[in-house]
């Protein structure tokens, strides 16, 4: 047993109490960023994919110039790189938020870098709604917001859980880019003691929880997107 400890130890050399201490903070730091950005960033990636399929052309409200409009914004954003995006939105994020570090200085630029991620995944899940369907609530005389709210929604649940699902994966690693400017959480770990410290051990322990969590998330939103699944 001793040997084994005396094993471990030379294998984790920096892994005292107290640096045990501060991963379990880290890891709570993370997981407050995921909760705090995930709800807006779903409300609103929602809201514009929806604009976007029904602006777009043979939709049920086509309107080009919006869609282009529409489509441009979410292509700029969805291009640019989430560490170039939060440093760029540092005086937004001061004037909105008080702060650009830690959890609260976060939350709007992960809202801001995942909504359109989400937005394209809810644009096509909502194009894989059987188009008989929605011809059917049409010819019953269903209105733009019965359509949006009692067919294309409710059938495209499972591709929107798993969009979800995608998107909430997404945003852990972009919580962990966010650690190399003073975001905190596991990235922030491994970036100034992992990398800038040379404590590789420290390093390798962030990067297992940050893989339990993107774990744990990704067999929730597959059990939770079957359930709702009706095929």
């Known amino acids: 047993m001793s040997a084994t400890i005396a094993t471990m130890g030379s294998w984790f050399p920096n892994l005292n109490a107290a640096k045990w201490e ?33 602006s777009g052309s043979r939709r049920l409200h086509p309107r080009p110039a919006l869609h282009r409009l529409l489509t441009l914004a979410v292509n700029l954003l969805r291009s640019l790189p989430f560490i170039i995006l939060i440093i760029v939105m540092v005086p937004v994020t001061l004037w909105l938020m008080g702060t650009s570090l830690g959890v609260r200085g976060t939350i709007l630029p992960l809202t801001i870098g995942g909504a359109p991620f989400y937005a394209r995944l809810v644009e096509t899940a909502l194009r894989e709604v059987d188009r008989g369907v929605v011809e059917a609530a049409q010819a019953m005389g269903a209105t733009t917001w019965q359509l949006i709210w009692r067919v294309l929604l409710p059938e495209a649940l499972p591709g929107l859980i798993s969009g979800a699902t995608v998107t909430a994966i997404a945003l852990i690693g972009f919580t962990a880019m966010g650690g190399v400017i003073g975001a905190g959480g596991l990235g922030d770990l491994a970036y100034r003691d992992g990398y800038q410290r040379g404590q590789t051990d420290v390093a390798a322990v962030a990067v297992v929880i940050l893989l339990l969590i993107v774990q744990a998330l990704q067999i929730f939103g597959d059990r939770l997107a079957n359930h709702f699944d009706r095929r």
């Open 22 to 54: 501060r991963i379990g903070w880290d890891t709570v730091d993370t997981l407050l960023m995921l909760a705090g950005a995930l709800p807006s960033t779903l409300l609103v990636g929602l809201a514009l994919g929806v604009l976007l399929f029904l």
